[in-house]
């Protein structure tokens, strides 16, 4: 299997987030992804690759110029504003109810203010190198993606940072770029779709549903933890299934605590079947292993042995896949949890 990773990645780390009202040291670290290149690295059946560099045309494609800009000068700024903080976590956040009733706010002239503009949590800071992996991030999956198109039929994307949380217009949840949105609009922009996109993060991509909701040629389906009790609170319950156009176009699983193999194994049966009524093109699928057992922030018991047999469960679809990392916060396992599964699709897809 072709492997697409940036050493650029290493560019983006965060010392801390801001969680549950308590600075803590950062969980998306460039450990992640040193992890996963070592146990990729240990198995002959992966060969690493450097990315190729999009620009930001499919970028664009999906957010809002302004993300991008602000993403692109924010540490800049931040730094000229003098405040020597060594990262930009916002302490006033845009919320709709703030101006219920009144028209759009005006971007902030505030280094301060502009990160709450275009942030909305507290987990996702801004550091020096920031932009530039979350840049690579992109062009780790247009690659992966590009991959696919030219005839693969399994490519991996080693996208760090990770990107569903990223809506059209806001980054949070550790996501800067939604990766899987944009090589997603990206190969159905060149005859791919219709297309799917598998989430299996413990936490619902908001982003990723919100930037499809309303369209017909990509269909979402997420398997996560039930927000009214986890990150993201707001997105990802059972009756999203879509609006205008894009009605019957997103399909949420989710569940409880405690989600063993069984379990999540039949609500993944369910997703596949769903996505085959509906894509016909290549899947991309949004790879979390913070449903491992052992995940600082997950509540799933799925084992490293497991994801062997979910990876294999996808492929046996029998569409050509783009995986893409999202989330996963157990170094130790992590690596190992990426291989197994990675090795069951190559297994699985015959």
Do not use: K
Not at 12 to 27: C, D, L, M, N
Not at 115 to 142: E, H, K, M, N, Q
């Amino acid at each position: 299997m072709r492997v697409v990773a940036s050493e650029r990645h290493r560019l983006h780390e965060p010392p801390y987030e801001v969680t549950g009202g308590r600075q803590v040291p950062a969980y998306e670290v460039p450990a992640r992804g040193e992890a996963i290149l070592a146990a990729l690295g240990q198995d002959g059946r992966f060969r690493v690759e450097e990315p190729r560099e999009f620009g930001t045309a499919p970028i664009l494609a999906i957010h809002e110029a302004g993300l991008l800009r602000y993403l692109e000068t924010a540490w800049d700024e931040w730094r000229r504003g003098g405040t020597g903080q060594d990262a930009i976590v916002p302490d006033t956040l845009l919320h709709a109810r703030l101006r219920a009733g009144m028209a759009e706010a005006p971007e902030p002239t505030s280094p301060c203010g502009r990160s709450g503009y275009w942030c909305f949590d507290t987990a996702t800071p801004i550091v020096a190198g920031t932009y530039a992996a979350a840049r690579a991030a992109v062009d780790v999956a247009l690659s992966a993606g590009d991959l696919v198109l030219a005839g693969e039929r399994v490519a991996y994307g080693l996208c760090r940072p990770p990107g569903h949380h990223a809506t059209a217009t806001m980054f949070g949840g550790y996501c800067y770029f939604n990766n899987a949105a944009v090589v997603a609009a990206w190969l159905a922009s060149r005859g791919a779709g219709p297309l799917g996109i598998l989430d299996l993060d413990f936490h619902h991509g908001n982003g990723s549903q919100q930037i499809f909701y309303a369209r017909a040629d990509v269909a979402y389906a997420s398997l996560h933890a039930d927000p009214r009790g986890t990150y993201p609170y707001f997105s990802g319950h059972a009756d999203e299934t879509g609006a205008g156009p894009g009605e019957g176009w997103n399909r949420n699983l989710p569940l409880p605590p405690g989600t063993d193999a069984v379990a999540y194994g039949s609500a993944l049966d369910r997703a596949l079947s769903w996505l085959d009524e509906r894509a016909r093109g290549p899947l991309v699928v949004s790879l979390g292993m913070d449903t491992h057992e052992r995940d600082p922030i997950g509540s799933f018991r799925l084992t490293t042995e497991d994801y062997a047999t979910l990876g294999a469960r996808v492929a046996a679809l029998g569409r050509p896949l783009v995986v893409l990392q999202e989330g996963g916060y157990h170094v130790a396992t992590l690596g190992d949890s990426v291989r197994h599964w990675l090795d069951g699709a190559l297994d699985g897809g015959g």
